[in-house]
């Protein structure tokens, strides 16, 4: 049911000018942990396998990078995460 695991909604009911802070899980070290929109990053590409976001482990320091789904990217860029547009979405002609 659970359609991403390691980003879950925002946890604090505040309005979204305040600092949102979203949990997130390491892959690595399997610490949770809650962070700040200022510690992920977002890129979005032209396809799904290129629109994933980024954090760092506060635990073990890894860099962490998943998959992004329309309804984290919302959420994400909701919450005033860097988003970086790698490509605009384009419905090119299929040839
Ligand atoms: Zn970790």
């Given at each position: 049911m659970s359609v991403m695991p390691g980003l879950m909604a925002p946890?604090?009911?505040?309005?979204?000018v305040a600092q949102v802070l979203y949990k997130a899980a390491c892959p690595d070290c399997r610490a949770r942990f809650e962070l700040s929109a200022g510690a992920f990053r977002l890129a979005i590409g032209a396809s799904r396998r290129t629109t994933f976001y980024s954090f760092t482990c506060p635990e073990c320091g890894s860099a962490v990078r998943k998959p992004a789904g329309e309804r984290i990217v919302e959420l994400l860029t909701d919450g005033g995460v860097n988003t970086l547009?790698?490509?605009?979405?384009v419905r090119s002609a299929a040839c």
């Open positions: 946890v604090a009911p505040v309005p979204p547009r790698l490509h605009i979405t």
